[in-house]
C-alpha cells in the first residue's frame, strides 16, 4: 500500500546569510533546499533573496544573490532549464543551461538541479539511481508532469518532497479550472473554488507508484515574510529557487 504523507516537518537554516528550508529528518543520499527570501540583497520589493532577471530586479543584485546561494550550497553549480509551464523533462549530466522544460533529472553528483517559483509547486524527487526537481504550476499539474518526471527516472523507488508552493487556503481559482481539477484528480483537490494544487500532485504520484510523499505544509501565500507570491503580491515580486543535489549513491 502507497504510504502517502502530509508532513509539516521541516527545518530553517542560516547558511552564509541565506535562509533555506529543509526537510526534516533530510534524506540521507541527497540534499533538499527550498530557499526562502531572506539573506540576499535585492531592493523592495524584490528584496531580498530574488534569483530572477525577469522580473524587474537589478542585474548585478540577482547576480549577487546566486552567489550566496551557491555558497551555502558548498559551491556546487546548479543546472537549470527556460522554464515554459509544459510536461518536459530534461536529463542532464552537467551543470549549466540545458533546455526548455519544467523538469530535471541527472544520476550525476557534484551540481545541484534548480526551478524557480513563486506560488509554482517544487517537487523533490530522490530515487535509487536518480534525483530530480520538478516546476509544477496548475498548468504542468494537470499535464502530470510530476509523474511523467517520476516515469522518465531509472528504476526503484522514489520519495518525494513537495516544497513550499500556494495551498489550498490561498489559491482561488475559477470555477472551470476547479472543475477540471476535480474530475482528473477527485474531489478531495478542490473546496468551492479554492485549489490544492499539493494534493492533486500527490494523486498522480501514487499513481506512478511513488510509495513516500513528504508535503513540508508551507503556504507561500500565507508566509509573505519567507517566501515570494506571485498570487499575494502581484507581478512585482521575486522568485525562490527550490534545488536538489545526489550526495551519493545507493549500491
Request: hydrophobic share 35%; glycine share 10%; with cysteine.
Amino acid at each position: 500500500m502507497n504510504k502517502q504523507v502530509q508532513s509539516e516537518a521541516w527545518t530553517e537554516n542560516s547558511t552564509r546569510s541565506v535562509v533555506y528550508v529543509a526537510p526534516e529528518p533530510e534524506p540521507v543520499e541527497a540534499q533538499v533546499w527550498f530557499f526562502t527570501r531572506k539573506g540576499g540583497v535585492s531592493e523592495p520589493p524584490f528584496d531580498s533573496l530574488n534569483i530572477s532577471t525577469k522580473v524587474g530586479d537589478e542585474p548585478d543584485a540577482v547576480t549577487e544573490n546566486l552567489a550566496r546561494i551557491r555558497s551555502a550550497m558548498d559551491g556546487r553549480p546548479s543546472a537549470w532549464v527556460r522554464q515554459v509551464a509544459g510536461d518536459g523533462v530534461a536529463r542532464v549530466s552537467e551543470a549549466g543551461f540545458a533546455e526548455s522544460a519544467d523538469a530535471l533529472i541527472t544520476d550525476e553528483e557534484g551540481f545541484s538541479l534548480v526551478v524557480a517559483v513563486a506560488d509554482c509547486v517544487p517537487v523533490a524527487l530522490i530515487g535509487d539511481k536518480d534525483v530530480g526537481m520538478v516546476h509544477s504550476g496548475w498548468r504542468g499539474t494537470l499535464a502530470e508532469i510530476t509523474g511523467k518526471t517520476v516515469r522518465e527516472m531509472s528504476e526503484g523507488s522514489v520519495r518525494a518532497y513537495i516544497g513550499p508552493c500556494i495551498q489550498g487556503c490561498c489559491y482561488e481559482v475559477s470555477k472551470e479550472l476547479a472543475s477540471r481539477f476535480a474530475e482528473r484528480f477527485g474531489s478531495e483537490v478542490v473546496e468551492g473554488r479554492y485549489l490544492s494544487l499539493p494534493v492533486a500532485i500527490r494523486r498522480n504520484l501514487e499513481e506512478v507508484g511513488v510509495e513516500e510523499v513528504y508535503d513540508l505544509g508551507l503556504c507561500t501565500g500565507c508566509r509573505p515574510d519567507l517566501f515570494f507570491s506571485h498570487r499575494k503580491q502581484g507581478p512585482e515580486t521575486g522568485r525562490n529557487l527550490a534545488a536538489v543535489a545526489r550526495s551519493s549513491k545507493r549500491s
